[in-house]
């Protein structure tokens, strides 16, 4: 089940960096990357709000059931987060290239991760930091690196 789910999120990445080519041309017919970004946030949010009616008219339950309101501070920011990654991908994807973003993208998500298990922060899990751990991460680096002398 785990290298499923391993497949899944390479398939994530692997969408991320067509999503950012197609945003990039999107913006080559709009004046801001702002826009670019807005108008795959709204057909993102059409789509899911059908998902969402779908669900609903499934289970006829209330349609934010549970905790809005216990949902913690830092739980709001997922929506600013992808507005500035999708906005910022925009601008870019043209002047990185596909290889490049996405090794960069790559590179601070690791480090991030690398942080928050180290801390168990925003609901991961707690690991520890280890050799086999920084090691990763730095090839990771050292992939950047290389990639950035062409």
Known sequence: MKILLALVGILMGAMFTCQS????TLKTHLTHPAQAALLSFTTGTVI?????????????????AGG???IPWWGWAGGFI???????????APRL???LLALTLIAGQIMAAIVLEYYGALGYPKYPLTLNR???AALVLAGVALVLRK
Not at 48 to 63: M, T, Y
Not at 82 to 92: C, E, R, T
């Open 134 to 136: 920084v090691m990763g």
């Open 68 to 70: 809005v309101g216990q």
């Open 97 to 99: 290239g596909a290889l």
């Open 21 to 24: 080519g197609v945003n990039s």
């Open 48 to 64: 899911l709000a059908v998902l969402c009616l779908g669900l609903w008219l499934q289970d006829r339950q209330p349609f934010f």
């Open 82 to 92: 992808g507005a500035f990654n999708v906005s910022f991908a925009v601008i870019l």
